[in-house]
């Protein structure tokens, strides 16, 4: 398995919900990373977890919480988001010593309505 | 400030032309540098990767250059196809320190049949 799922596949929620993004690999990978990519942008980080420990935060705002469960999961949840948070949410994974299988999931489209 | 610098924004190349992707960086701490594949709706694929210690390095179609005195990389397709118009983003990391990769902005391809 060398794929990065990540569910749902879209996502449309209110200001006041609460929801979570969820990322999954079975690669082996013990870095798991959050990016946020507006259209037409690069993806910036947000968080990045090494051996299931929060080692980056790109001084993402606290409505944005991440989890990592175990080594395959990570999750992203979501709070009293604003319009402008609307973007792709990417997941992507790594060994820590081989920067040639970072792979990236195919993304959670977010609206914020 | 914007650590890698990618041009163009876009590029409108004929079937069976060459695509030509630059990218420049300033900070001597990076050696590692990868090019990033993204279709509409997908997250980013890693494409090829060079390290410093060579010129260039050739997969298939693709080929990076890499100029360490200039601090510039660039991205070739040869003999481009309409299945290569997508958006390639270069990146940039140091090799062993590699959680965060600084991405280009980004250029939007499109091959005409």
């Known amino acids: 398995d060398t794929e990065v799922t990540q569910t749902p596949k879209h996502l449309v929620m209110g200001m006041t919900n609460k929801k979570s993004l969820k990322c999954e690999q079975h690669?082996?990978?013990?870095?798991m990373y959050w990016y946020k990519q507006k259209a037409k942008k690069p993806p910036e980080l947000m968080f990045v977890?090494?051996?299931?420990?929060?080692?980056i935060n790109e001084s993402v705002p606290s409505r944005f919480s991440p989890e990592c469960p175990n080594s395959s999961l990570l999750n992203l949840h979501l709070h009293a988001l604003q319009p402008e948070d609307s973007a792709l949410y990417l997941c992507?994974?790594?060994?820590?010593?081989?920067?040639?299988?970072?792979?990236f999931g195919s993304g959670t489209r977010l609206t914020v309505v | 400030q914007q650590q890698v610098k990618q041009s163009p924004q876009s590029l409108i190349v004929q079937k069976g032309g060459i695509s030509i992707i630059n990218c420049a960086y300033e900070n001597t701490a990076f050696d590692y540098f990868p090019w990033y594949q993204q279709f509409p709706g997908k997250g980013p694929a890693l494409l090829i990767a060079?390290?410093?210690?060579?010129s260039e390095k050739k997969e298939g179609r693709f080929t990076i250059s890499f100029n360490k005195s200039a601090k510039q990389f660039s991205l070739h397709i040869m003999d481009s196809q309409p299945g290569d118009s997508a958006t390639y983003f270069c990146?940039?990391?140091?090799?062993?320190?590699?959680?965060?990769?600084?991405f280009g902005s980004g250029t939007k391809l499109n091959v005409k049949p």
């Open positions: 690669m082996g990978h013990r870095a």
């Open positions: 977890y090494s051996y299931e420990k929060l080692s």
């Open positions: 990146a940039a990391s140091p090799l062993y320190n590699f959680n965060k990769f600084y």
């Open positions: 060079i390290r410093p210690d060579v």
């Open positions: 992507a994974s790594s060994q820590d010593w081989d920067p040639s299988g970072y792979t």
